[in-house]
């Protein structure tokens, strides 16, 4: 079982940037891939990025690919999402999800955090 709680989500304008947090708990946090997910108002959710349990490998949405970086650290538990040069479509509820396998499928991840929002200005 883990648990998942995100931080670090706020109000900043475009061009901006802001580091989202995931802390994990749960003494098998290191062996599960970890991804991130948004969710605008009135639309589905959709994967940001994911990155492989040992950190090694990374994958990323295109929309985001060269603007948000994804890592892990083990010590503490905790997953991160640095975005940079945010644009107003990035606005939505973002949250952290983990899983057997390095996917980008929103079933193929088992525990969720309950998100975190992050609005970008225009």
């Known amino acids: 079982q883990v648990q998942l709680v995100e931080s670090g989500g706020g109000l900043v304008q475009a061009g901006g940037s802001l580091r989202l947090s995931c802390a994990a708990s749960?003494?098998?946090?290191?062996?599960?891939?970890m991804g991130w997910f948004r969710q605008a108002p009135g639309k589905e959710r959709e994967f940001v990025a994911a990155v492989s349990w040992s950190g090694a490998s990374v994958t990323y949405a295109d929309s985001v690919k060269g603007r948000f970086t994804i890592s892990r650290d083990s010590a503490p538990n905790t997953v991160y999402l640095r975005m940079n040069s945010l644009k107003p479509e990035d606005t939505a509820v973002y949250y952290c999800?983990?899983?057997?396998?390095?996917?980008?499928?929103?079933?193929?991840?088992?525990?969720w955090g309950q998100g975190t929002q992050v609005t970008v200005s225009s």
């Open positions: 999800a983990a899983g057997p396998r390095l996917r980008i499928g929103v079933d193929e991840y088992a525990f």
């Open positions: 749960g003494r098998t946090f290191s062996s599960y891939a």
